[in-house]
């Protein structure tokens, strides 16, 4: 598989009347062809904003202050507004968090899909932008597409909502699928449901998905590789398989040993101490450093290098260089 989508050194500051926010910072990672990839971590580590970069939504205030976007062979940073337009919904299509915010409740289900239609699709006839509506929602799952089509947003279930974003999403036949949170609203069990509908139509249409979430659950269900986000830096990345089995950062550690487990019912849940930094005056070294528990100097003066841990698994954390091996918590502060 080739790469579909690279980020390198990305870095967003978003202005506000207390001062800058640093919310991304150098994050570089890549999306393969057919791939799924997790982009996980706390509420404001910079996952959805590094998400908004690369699709050039980011609000008023919030500006790419440096690195690149190549997807094509384009630099999506670069490119004007009319380029990006054309991109968005036809390349690379986003799936927001709330699906009854994401829709109009005064506009019909049909027209609303149709909309993306007209705007990517413009040589299309009515009758072709209706049968395609009809198909994508037969393809989403949705029953009785015909009467669907003429209800409006409040008819339907949270899950059925949930089912005509995704539609929307891939009315174009977008390269790349990003879902912010696509689950979040939803109960255990449309969850699932959600979760295996976008596995089913990644086999279908071939489309690389971009998978956003705070829920690890979410990632060992659909991922093929996680990437872990902690205030503002990319600080691990590996295949979803030695992630949950050799995670390598203590911050990755600590939202494992967080997730509940059947056998230690009854006991009290793990819970990462301290808060996240402020991102006005981001750390100079580590960002997890105030609150990791094998904190060192070096991780409070500079910010550490990527080390390879194996099979394409890399992590930002100075446990792993050579000259730590033997730390055994004597210089912990």
């Known amino acids: 598989m080739g790469k579909l989508l690279e980020v390198n050194n990305l870095t967003i500051h978003i202005k506000t009347h207390k001062g800058t926010v640093q919310a991304v910072r150098d994050v570089s990672f890549v999306l393969n062809e057919q791939e799924t990839l997790a982009v996980v ?46 991109v968005r919904g036809s390349e690379i299509a986003m799936i927001f968090q709330d699906p009854m915010t994401s829709l109009n409740p005064t506009m019909k289900i049909g027209k609303q899909i149709e909309e993306m239609l007209k705007e990517h699709k413009k040589d299309m006839s009515a009758e072709a932008r209706k049968a395609r509506v009809l198909e994508l929602l037969s393809m989403v799952g949705i029953s009785n597409p015909e009467a669907r089509y003429k209800q409006y947003p409040h008819q339907l279930s949270g899950g059925m909502r949930q089912r005509i974003v995704i539609a929307i999403a891939l009315a174009c036949d977008p390269k790349i ?62 295949d979803v398989t030695n992630l949950f089995h050799n995670p390598c950062h203590e911050y990755t550690r600590g939202l494992l040993k967080s997730i509940p487990r059947e056998e230690s019912k009854g006991e009290s849940l793990y819970a990462i101490p301290g808060t996240p930094p402020d991102l006005m005056d981001p750390p100079k070294g580590c960002p997890f ?5 094998k904190t060192m100097k070096v991780c409070q003066e500079f910010m550490p290098d990527y080390f390879d841990c194996g099979s394409g698994h890399r992590s930002a954390c100075w446990m792993l260089d050579e000259r730590a091996k033997n730390f055994r918590g004597g210089e912990s502060s």
């Open 177 to 238: 699928l990003i879902a912010d949170e696509p689950t979040t609203a939803l109960d255990v069990t449309i969850q699932a449901q959600i979760l295996d509908l976008m596995k089913e139509l990644q086999k279908k249409t071939k489309t690389s998905i971009i998978i956003i979430t705070h829920n690890l659950g979410v990632v060992a269900n659909i991922a093929d590789r996680v990437a872990v986000m902690y205030g503002g830096k990319m600080v691990e990345t590996a």
């Open 41 to 86: 971590g706390e509420s404001g580590s910079g996952k959805s904003i590094t998400m908004k970069g690369v699709m050039g939504i980011l609000p008023k205030n919030g500006k790419v202050v440096g690195g690149n976007v190549m997807f094509q062979g384009e630099d999506l940073v670069k490119c004007s507004e009319q380029k990006m337009q054309q």
């Open 289 to 293: 450093a105030a609150r990791c528990e």
